[in-house]
């Protein structure tokens, strides 16, 4: 089980991560599905669907991510934090969950996704 052909939703408020997140995951070999800047937005994202997987940052214009996390769980589609600050920001729920850290490395990236696929 691999990365090649996975669709993502990429969850990120910050233009510059987003364009270089685009960049790795198309380099693992992964279809950017859907995009979100901001909580309503992810929403409507994980609501819609289309994707396989999905990275969400944690920080959302000053909103916690969380949310987006439930409804993905309820759906049983996995799912990595990013994360300037590791597992310490994360609810006691969620920190079993794979965490990339920033700034983000392509093989941290790829070992996040995979573990979140190996979740299923």
Same mark, same amino acid.
């Given at each position: 089980?691999g990365?090649r052909?996975?669709?993502?939703? =990429?969850?990120?408020?910050?233009? #510059?991560?987003a364009?270089?997140?685009?960049?790795?995951?198309?380099?693992?070999?992964?279809?950017?599905?859907?995009?979100?800047?901001?909580?309503?937005?992810? #929403?409507?994202?994980a609501?819609?669907?289309?994707?396989?997987i999905?990275?969400?940052?944690?920080? #959302?214009?000053g909103?916690?991510?969380f949310?987006?996390?439930? =409804?993905?769980?309820?759906?049983?589609?996995p799912?990595?934090?990013a994360?300037?600050?590791?597992?310490?920001? #994360?609810p006691?729920?969620?920190?079993? $969950?794979?965490?990339?850290?920033?700034?983000?490395?392509?093989?941290?990236?790829?070992?996040?996704?995979?573990?979140a696929?190996? $979740? $299923?």
């Amino acid at each position: 089980m691999g990365l090649r052909g996975s669709r993502v939703l =990429l969850v990120e408020d910050d233009c #510059l991560v987003a364009l270089a997140l685009e960049d790795m995951l198309a380099d693992l070999g992964c279809i950017v599905a859907a995009r979100a800047r901001n909580l309503p937005e992810a #929403l409507a994202r994980a609501r819609e669907g289309g994707f396989a997987i999905a990275i969400l940052d944690v920080s #959302l214009q000053g909103k916690q991510v969380f949310p987006v996390a439930e =409804l993905l769980s309820e759906q049983n589609i996995p799912f990595a934090f990013a994360s300037g600050f590791g597992r310490a920001d #994360l609810p006691e729920v969620f920190r079993n $969950r794979p965490v990339a850290s920033k700034p983000f490395q392509i093989h941290e990236l790829s070992a996040a996704l995979m573990a979140a696929l190996a $979740r $299923r």
